[in-house]
């Protein structure tokens, strides 16, 4: 495995393999099982695979959740390679945004959903750094997590609205065995915060299986999931979706594919979480 910090060596590594199916991993570090799962399906599904590990400041809002933000590189390094990475570009911020850059990717108003009310600029500084990694490693395939429905979506649109010549894989949510989503922010919950961290999951059952069984009343079944939330102290809730899977828009009836989504804060450790219902994130590339 090949680990390259600048651009000039980046373009040099990719040079040699440009010819090969290339799968790329776009990574912040601090990789955990989900990570795993993507560096599988890409090292099954392509010939050269490149993973990227970069905390990219400008997604995050607040310098408290920057600075916060896990950081396991050495870990990191070793999952890389026993995945069969190829090459890791792990760039520094210089590497990435050098003195005088300026230019940033404006999403529309599919990204100011959702996560967006609550994280504004968050998706646009997503999209300006997967920009840099689709135009500089040109990647055939680009592997997704489903924890991050929205982020799918908004790459889905990035990569048909600017014409990259690039397949969006998603895949499935890893969970822990007690049903925590695993996310690089688990790592910050305190063992005695981990009941609570699970509750978000369990409401959003709650909601999938009302639906299940014949109530299609986006009011009730909001209503049912929030009942699961309230009545533990340590968890607040930001917000609790039931959208259109695809175009992110809140529902009142259900009566196509939908994504059951939210956001808590478990003190001062925000967690996402989704259910999908009616999509196939196999077959995901024909259905957006
Ligand atoms: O999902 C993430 O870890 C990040 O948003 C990504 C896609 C690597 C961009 O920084």
Redo the contacts with the bound molecule.
């Keep these: 495995m090949e680990i390259v910090r600048s651009v000039a060596n980046l373009k040099d590594s990719l040079a040699n393999n440009s010819e090969l199916k290339m799968g790329v991993v ?3 570090g601090a990789l955990h099982k989900g990570h795993k799962a993507l560096l599988d399906v890409a090292r099954k599904e392509c010939k050269f695979m490149v993973a ?1 590990s ?3 400041p400008l ?1 995050f809002g607040r310098e408290a959740d920057l600075s916060s933000y896990p950081r396991s590189r050495d870990e990191d390094m070793t999952i890389f390679e026993q995945a069969g990475t190829d090459l890791v570009w792990e760039p520094s911020f210089t590497d990435v945004y050098p003195d005088q850059f300026e230019t940033r990717v404006k999403m529309g108003v599919f990204a100011e959903k959702l996560e967006g009310i609550y994280r504004p600029n968050h998706f646009d ?2 999209a300006t ?2 920009c840099k ?1 689709f135009n500089l490693i040109r990647p055939h395939m680009a592997y ?2 489903q924890k ?1 429905w929205q ?1 799918t979506r908004v ?1 889905q649109k990035l990569i048909y609205d600017l014409n990259f010549d690039v397949e969006l894989r998603v895949i499935g949510t890893v969970r822990d065995t007690d049903g925590l989503a695993v996310s ?1 922010r688990n790592r910050l919950l305190l063992p005695e915060q981990r009941s609570s961290a699970t509750k978000l999951y369990k409401a959003l059952k709650v909601g999938i299986h009302s639906f299940q069984h014949g109530e299609l009343d986006c009011d009730i079944l909001r209503k049912k999931m929030l009942d699961v939330l309230i009545p533990d102290e340590d968890v607040r809730v930001e917000y609790l979706s039931i959208a259109d899977a695809f175009e992110l828009v809140e529902l009142k009836k259900i009566r196509g594919p939908a994504v059951f989504s939210g956001a808590v804060w478990i003190d001062k450790v925000r967690l996402i979480d989704n259910v999908l219902c009616g999509v196939d994130i196999e077959g995901l590339v024909d259905a957006t």
């Design positions: 776009p990574t912040m990227t970069f905390v990219n997604q500084g997503v750094i997967l990694i997704f997590g991050d982020q790459v690089s």
